[in-house]
Structure formats: C-alpha cells, structure tokens
C-alpha cells in the first residue's frame, strides 16, 4: 500500500492566486475597495480607501 494522497480531477480545488487580498474600507457604511492600510509592527492592518485615508493615520 502506498501512503500517496490520490486526488481525483473532479474533486480539485478552486484555483485562488497567492498574494492577492480584497480590503473594504473601514469607515462607518463606506464599504467601497481600500488599498491604503495603516498599522504599527505586530498590530493587525487597518484599511481604508481613498476618500477616507486620513483617518488611518491615527493608527500609526
């Protein structure tokens, strides 16, 4: 017996690309796609999008 992990092609998982993550802006009822993110070493990101990227810097 082998200890291979068999994948059948009808059971294969969907195809994501590595590296690529969707942010929502973070001010109240916004909403719209943020690619400005704001944070301290070893904090978690906070991300907002271009009309609302002042008010991440409170978190630097």
């Known amino acids: 017996m082998s200890d291979?992990?068999?994948?059948?092609?009808?059971?294969?998982e969907?195809?994501?690309?590595?590296?690529?993550q969707h942010h929502k802006?973070?001010?109240?009822?916004?909403g719209k796609n943020a690619g400005w993110g704001f944070a301290k070493p070893r904090q978690p990101s906070h991300w907002f999008c271009f009309e609302h990227?002042?008010?991440?810097?409170?978190?630097?």
């Open 4 to 12: 291979e992990i068999i994948r059948l092609p009808g059971a294969m």
């Open 14 to 20: 969907p195809v994501t690309r590595p590296g690529i």
């Open 25 to 30: 802006c973070e001010h109240p009822g916004c």
């Open 53 to 60: 990227r002042a008010e991440g810097e409170r978190y630097l």
